[in-house]
C-alpha cells in the first residue's frame, strides 16, 4: 500500500503554512497580447521542473510512496515553440526526476485537468484533451517511467451517457498515453458501473473515489464499486484509489453538492472498505485534502492508515 501526495508540498514557516512546491502559470491572454517572450517562457518551464527536482528528495525522505505531480509543469507548450520544453536542459531534469522515483520505489501519476474531455461532443475538444494528454506521457517517456498505468495519467469520463465517444477518444490516443491511462469515477456523470462498460471496450484500468461514489453509486455499495474498479487493474499493478471528504461545516446542514463535493482541509474520515485494503497493501490511496503532506501524516497519526 502506498499513501499519495497531490501536487504540493507545504512547510510551516514564521508567516504561516506555505507551499514550496509551486507550478508556475502562464496567462493564455497575456501570451496573446505578445507579452510572454521566449526568456521568459522558457523560465517558466524551467523553474517548474527544476523546483519539483529540488523537492522530490523532501517526498523521499519522509517515505511517501505515491507522488502525483502538477499537470501544469508546462503551460501554453502547445502553443509555444516546442523547442522551448523540449530540450536536453529539461528533458535531464526530468531524467532526475524519474531516476529518484524509481531509485525509491515511487510511484509517479499525474491529473490532467478539467478540460480534458475525450467525450466531448466537440471534436476540437477531444483533440485538444488527446495532445494534452499526450504531453503528460511524453513526461513520463523523459523521466523514464515504464508504460503502464502504475504510472498514471488519470482523467474523468466527461460527458454523460456517451461511452461510446468515450471509448472512442480514448482510441485516439498513441500507445505511451494509452497505456498509462485511467479513467475515474464522478460525481455526476459517470459511476464505476459505467465506466465498467468502458473497461470492456479499452482495458483501461479504473480509479475508484469514494468521495465521488457517495454522491454518484451507480445502484451499488462502495465496497462493490472498489472491488470491481479493482478487478480492472492488471495483474501485479496495485490499483490506485482516492479519498477526499466534505468539509466538517457542510455536513451540518443541508449543503448542496456544489459545496459537499469540496475537499476539507483534514480526512476525518475512511470508508472501512477502503481504509481496511490499503492497510492490507491492495490498494494505493491519494489522499486529496487541501493541507497536502500534512493531511497525509494526520491520515496515519489520527486515522491509523498505514503510509
Request: proline share 4%.
Amino acid at each position: 500500500m502506498a499513501l499519495g501526495l497531490c501536487c504540493q508540498w507545504l512547510e510551516t514557516t514564521p508567516k504561516g503554512v506555505k507551499n514550496i512546491l509551486v507550478s508556475r502559470t502562464l496567462q493564455l491572454g497575456r501570451y496573446r497580447k505578445g507579452e510572454y517572450d521566449a526568456d521568459k517562457i522558457y523560465g517558466t518551464y524551467l523553474a517548474n521542473v527544476q523546483n519539483l527536482n529540488d523537492v522530490f528528495p523532501k517526498i523521499v525522505a519522509a517515505n511517501i510512496k505515491s507522488f502525483r505531480f502538477s499537470s501544469s509543469l508546462f503551460p501554453l507548450f502547445d502553443l509555444v515553440d516546442r523547442n522551448l520544453w523540449d530540450n536536453g536542459t529539461i528533458k535531464q531534469l526530468l531524467k532526475s526526476i524519474g531516476d529518484q522515483a524509481h531509485s525509491h520505489n515511487i510511484r509517479l501519476t499525474t491529473h490532467p485537468g478539467q478540460f480534458c474531455v475525450l467525450s466531448s461532443d466537440n471534436q476540437q475538444t477531444v483533440l485538444n484533451s488527446i495532445v494534452e494528454i499526450e504531453m503528460h506521457a511524453w513526461i513520463m517517456d523523459q523521466m523514464g517511467l515504464e508504460q503502464n498505468p502504475y504510472y498514471s495519467i488519470n482523467v474523468h469520463g466527461g460527458k454523460a451517457a456517451v461511452e461510446d465517444q468515450l471509448i472512442s477518444g480514448v482510441m485516439k490516443l498513441n500507445e505511451s498515453a494509452r497505456n498509462r491511462l485511467t479513467l475515474e469515477n464522478c460525481e455526476f456523470a459517470y459511476a464505476v458501473t459505467h465506466l465498467m462498460d468502458v473497461y470492456q471496450a479499452t482495458k483501461v484500468p479504473i480509479v475508484f473515489d469514494s468521495h465521488h461514489h457517495s454522491f454518484n453509486m451507480g445502484g451499488i455499495s462502495g465496497q462493490r464499486a472498489m472491488e470491481a474498479a479493482m478487478s480492472t487493474w492488471p495483474v501485479g499493478i496495485r490499483p490506485l484509489t482516492h479519498v477526499s471528504n466534505s468539509k466538517p461545516e457542510y455536513l451540518e446542514y443541508d449543503a448542496p453538492v456544489t459545496r459537499l463535493r469540496e475537499h476539507s482541509d483534514m480526512l476525518h474520515t475512511v470508508p472501512v472498505y477502503q481504509f481496511d485494503a490499503n492497510n492490507k497493501g491492495a490498494i494505493d490511496i491519494d489522499v486529496e485534502a487541501k493541507q497536502k503532506n500534512h493531511a497525509l501524516f494526520h491520515a496515519v497519526e489520527k486515522l491509523g492508515l498505514l503510509l
